[in-house]
């Protein structure tokens, strides 16, 4: 089982990243995904949550409307379109998927 991020890095307030986290070893197909950040001194959050078929996704108040998650399930893929950054955003983010299997994390820094 292997979830990989990538994407992250350093942008400037207002501006876009898209974070990506490839999968394998699962039956992708058959699990919702998340994604989670981290900031320094903080617990882990939920950001966003998608369904099985794409067609049912969940934020977190703080990036509802900012954030888009997505899924490719021939690709085995998921995504996270981050618009409008603020420096609050600046965390380290994470895929999970619903067995309860994490990704290394890639980091997003938020700063002019």
């Known amino acids: 089982v292997q979830l990989v991020e990538s994407g992250g890095g350093l942008v400037q307030p207002g501006g876009s990243l898209r974070l990506s986290c490839a999968t394998s070893?699962?039956?992708?197909?058959?699990?919702?995904m998340y994604w989670y950040r981290q900031a320094p001194g903080k617990e882990r959050e939920l950001v966003a949550t998608?369904?099985?078929?794409?067609?049912?996704?969940n934020y977190a108040d703080s990036v509802k409307g900012r954030f888009i998650i997505s899924r490719d399930n021939h690709k085995k893929m998921v995504y996270l379109q981050m618009n409008s950054l603020k420096p609050e955003d600046t965390a380290v983010y994470y895929c999970?998927?619903?067995?309860?299997?994490w990704g290394q994390g890639t980091q997003v820094t938020v700063s002019s």
């Open positions: 999970k998927d619903a067995r309860g299997y």
């Open positions: 070893g699962f039956r992708f197909s058959s699990y919702y």
């Open positions: 998608i369904g099985t078929a794409g067609d049912s996704t």
